[in-house]
């Protein structure tokens, strides 16, 4: 393969299920950016909760928020925040449930409760605190995503707005983005930015929110421990992240 534009995912991709980078992924990401590709990241989270990740692998171009906040080399290159009806549409219908939301900015996030299970049970997960009570966030600050807490399925009764979709990465919660917005959209700024075509796009993922990226990259690369529907769209399924499935990859497709 020639230069490459290689997006990674984070949970379940670069980190572990722990939230630890194995020495095998530091040491694929470091061969691939000295064999001349350019590596960045792409994933649900924002800015603020992978600056660390970002410094340990040397990467200053990545797609956040599921492709609403995007960098390329340290400078914003595009945004999509949610539109303030939409939200309020949202929070008008959760007003009156046991359904939580958590809006996120560029460089924070807080809760519209002050306190849930739900929202500790799945920000656990990614090793992030409950989030400070500010309900009324999402007027002070551009909102790219925003999570709702509840069960699965449960949030098909706040399908309301036609401005917003719902892409599930936790058995208690869901993102909250714009309705075409996906990793996708946000890959393609960059691409758009630099002429990049689309066959040297290579994409490695694990969930749900990964399928758009998996299925538009030139070379879509599932996890070994991926969900089926990420498996079935990609071009090559690697090992699992726990058994050096990017170095793995990136030896097979002759990337390093």
Known sequence: MGKK?????????LLDHD???PESTLDAVTRLKKAGHHVA???GRGPFM???LREELGIHS???YNGQYVVHEGEVIYENPLKVDALEQLIEATENTDYPLVFLS?????ANVEDHPFIHESLKSLHLSHPEYRPDYFQEKHIYQALLFCKEGEEEQFNISEEIKFVRWHQLSTDVVPKKG???EGIKKIMDMLGVSRQDVVAFGDGLNDIEMISFAGTGVAMGNAVSHVKKVADFVTKPVDEDGI???AKQLQLI
Do not use: N, Q
């Open 247 to 249: 170095f793995y990859a």
């Open 41 to 43: 990241i792409s994933t």
């Open 106 to 110: 560029e460089e924070d996030m807080k």
């Open 50 to 52: 992978f600056k660390k």
């Open 182 to 184: 996906s990793k996708a």
């Open 19 to 21: 939230k630890r980078l």
């Open 5 to 13: 534009f290689i997006f990674f995912d984070i949970d379940g991709t």
């Open 62 to 64: 990545y797609v956040s």
